[in-house]
């Protein structure tokens, strides 16, 4: 079973506008983290911002947020104020056994959604 | 800030050939990661490393090997290459928190 869903295989938004990135997750532990990544294509992978499971608030990074709705199993990305470099593939990605942030576990990706800025 | 290093970034091979890829972690990461990314593919696990001993694996091929080093850099040994093989290995560090993903080495199998 697929345990990190990305349901939008290509997403477009206008520069300067924002755009939610879909993310849905399966896991039965209680501790886990979820990952954003963006992979421009040059190929690089490219670290955005981390949510973990017990955090109570949703965590930002600058023009990123992550929407954790805990109960629908969802961690969306909202990326605000979208710029033509934002133009990339964007995977979610889940580690389980995360225990505050900590965890030596591997992360499982979702397919990706592949971002188109127009200017 | 220093970040994960991996090379060669290219590699082109034939078939039945072997290849050895290298990743040199952030300092003071104690953990390294493979990922293999096929074509239009979401990455892989295939194994990783925590202070020098294999900490878990995924599906990594027994053609594969890997071993992570005294000083912390980390080898990916493949051997009877097949056009298969041909995809995009990332290497990441971490030292318990967000893994670093490496630029990559881009490999073809002729």
């Known amino acids: 079973a697929q345990k990190i869903t990305q349901t939008q295989p290509g997403m477009f938004v206008q520069e300067k506008e924002a755009v939610t990135l879909d993310c849905t997750y399966d896991?039965?532990?209680?501790?886990?983290?979820l990952f954003w990544y963006k992979q421009p294509s040059s190929g690089e992978m490219i670290f955005l911002i981390y949510?973990?499971?017990?955090?109570?608030q949703n965590a930002t990074e600058g023009r990123y947020s992550l929407n954790f709705q805990k109960a629908r199993k969802s961690a969306n990305l909202v990326i605000s104020a979208s710029q033509l470099g934002d133009s990339a593939m964007y995977f979610c990605a889940m580690r389980e056994g995360d225990a505050g942030g900590t965890s030596y576990g591997k992360l499982t990706f979702g397919q990706g959604t592949i971002l188109t800025v127009h200017p | 800030a220093a970040g994960v290093i991996q090379s060669p970034r290219h590699l082109i091979k034939e078939k039945r050939e072997t290849a050895t890829l290298k990743c040199y972690p952030i300092p003071r990461h104690d953990t390294v990661y493979w990922y293999q990314q096929g074509p239009g593919q979401d990455p892989q696990f295939l194994i990783s490393?925590?202070?020098?001993?294999?900490?878990d694996k995924g599906s990594i091929p027994d053609r594969f090997s890997a071993q992570q080093f005294s000083d912390y850099h980390s080898e990916l040994n493949m051997s009877s290459l097949e056009l298969g093989d041909s995809a995009l290995y990332f290497c990441a560090s971490s030292m318990g928190g967000t893994q670093y993903f490496g630029p990559g080495t881009r490999l073809l199998v002729l």
């Open positions: 949510q973990g499971s017990y955090d109570e």
């Open positions: 490393f925590y202070e020098k001993m294999q900490s």
């Open positions: 896991t039965s532990d209680q501790s886990y983290g």
